[in-house]
């Protein structure tokens, strides 16, 4: 159904972000971390940014399906559990992802929270899973807003098990929320995210639900003795 | 063009890297301390005994005041990209994500701030922020320690045409130090360099900077504006330039 959806990842928005790097291809490997990519003396100084990362999409899709799983069955079916667990993974990945965001983008601070929804959306989905969540249902206070995902790639092929539980209780593509949490987290905004519905659990729509809790501020150093 | 020292702080306005260029064996030491006589020894009075950390929490202290006081007056895009003193000139840059880093080096450098933002972009995101098993935070300074990293970093400063170099208020260090076999670089977690005394009064007087931090803002910005050590600072939009490649 996507067979080529990852593929494609990330291509036309870096040539519109900047429009003089050379597209350069080079053998797909390696989402998100360096270790596969080989350290010539030329990628060492400059490793990424004559080129576009791709992976493909089936691999996300089956890795991401078999950290669930094996969540699932490490935590016995403790789908609360397993909720929390892919948050956590994904407020690490979070903290990481969006220095990789903002060094690829170039982008500098959101003015306000709107801006910061449509930089999630149309930018940072767009770049990391080529697709385009709809910002809608603002709060009146403009500090919430959904993202409606009319699809999901970490949810091809996925059934939920069939225990009577897991259609109630697991939210399968929990690890976005803390994805966006830690991201956001870097970027001096405390956020709470979570899902509402999930198309795979027989829902009209895929919701997610953000909304802002405080903006922090600078650190200051320990005092000296 | 010489390069003194380099630092990196994270958003905990923790020191997570730095470094400090020693020159080379064969080095333009005397182009970068033209007014030192020989005949200079560390007196014994007076003395400062200054090490690496106090150095980077030194520069944390000025770098974050500046910038909220350049943000206070320019509003909130502005940021400071560079200041000048009679002996230095200390360049910043800062991300979204309020990681900061800080480049010192002489006066006839050019601008770095695109040199310090491919830093960020091509070495720091690319061996630091997605070496998977590097930690995300380093409290308690542990630090960046990665080899891939350091190295690339030392390519990059040549590249750019820089020679390592040391900073006049270290000369006293340089004594020691110059007979030793060592060549310019020293590992953020070893530095040899560390308890450098910092000299004579008439020595302090020419840097513009040069007391604990703990003295306060007041302190070493009264000191900046002493007729000794003049302070220039270029201001600019943090909007960044072009990030496009080499």
């Excluded at chain 1, 519905?197 to 829902?203: A, C, F, I, N, Y």
């Excluded at chain 2, 007041?218 to 504006?225: E, V």
């Amino acid at each position: 159904m996507s067979a080529n959806k990852t593929s494609r990842i990330g291509e036309e928005i870096w040539k519109s972000v900047n429009p003089q790097t050379p597209i350069i291809t080079e053998k797909p490997f390696s989402i998100y971390s360096t270790a596969f990519r080989p350290r010539t003396q030329a990628n060492q100084l400059f490793p990424r940014r004559t080129r576009v990362d791709k992976v493909n999409a089936e691999l996300v899709t089956l890795t991401y399906g078999t950290i669930v799983a094996q969540l699932c069955q490490d935590y016995d079916s403790d789908y609360q559990e397993v909720n929390k667990q892919l948050d956590k993974m994904g407020y690490n990945i979070g903290m990481r992802l969006i220095e990789d965001f903002l060094a690829k983008s170039g982008v500098g601070r959101c003015a306000n929270f709107r801006e910061t929804a449509d930089m999630i959306a149309k930018v940072g989905f767009k770049i990391f899973l080529n697709v385009t969540p709809t910002v809608t249902n603002w709060a009146s206070d403009n500090n919430q807003f959904s993202l409606i995902f009319e699809d999901n790639p970490l949810a091809d092929f996925v059934e939920l098990p069939d225990d009577g539980r897991a259609q109630d209780e697991l939210w399968f593509s929990n690890i976005l929320c803390g994805v966006l949490r830690g991201s956001l987290e870097m970027v001096q905004m405390q956020i709470e995210a979570h899902f509402v519905s999930d198309v795979l659990r027989g829902d009209e729509t895929t919701e997610m639900r953000v909304s802002l809790v405080r903006y922090i501020e600078d650190e200051m150093p320990p005092e000296e003795e | 063009m010489v390069v003194y020292s380099f630092y990196i702080f994270d958003r905990h306005a923790e020191c997570i890297y730095k470094r400090r260029w020693l020159p080379r064996p064969t080095s333009t030491v005397g182009k970068s301390r033209s007014d030192t006589t020989s005949g200079q020894a560390p007196t014994g009075l007076g003395q400062t005994v200054r090490s690496t950390d106090d150095d980077s929490k030194l520069v944390f202290g000025t770098v974050f005041s500046l910038r909220n006081m350049v943000r206070k007056l320019g509003g909130d895009d502005d940021n400071f990209v560079s200041f000048t003193t009679s002996q230095y000139k200390l360049h910043y840059y800062e991300t979204p994500t309020n990681t900061k880093f800080v480049m010192l080096t002489d006066l006839k450098s050019p601008s770095m701030r695109i040199a310090l933002q491919q830093i960020y972009i091509n070495l720091f995101v690319e061996y630091v922020v997605k070496n998977p098993l590097s930690p995300t935070e380093h409290p308690g300074g542990v630090g960046v320690n990665n080899e891939l990293f350091e190295e690339s970093l030392e390519q990059f400063v040549h590249r750019h045409g820089h020679t390592p170099g040391i900073l006049p208020g270290y000369k006293d260090g340089i004594s020691a130090i110059k007979g030793t076999p060592q060549r310019s670089r020293h590992l953020s977690q070893t530095p040899v360099e560390h308890h450098i005394q910092s000299g004579d009064q008439s020595q302090v007087q020419q840097g513009s900077i040069h007391t604990a931090f703990s003295d306060g803002w007041q302190h070493s910005m009264r000191r900046a504006l002493s007729p000794r050590g003049k302070i220039g600072a270029t201001v600019g939009s943090t909007r960044a330039p072009g990030t496009g490649p080499q």
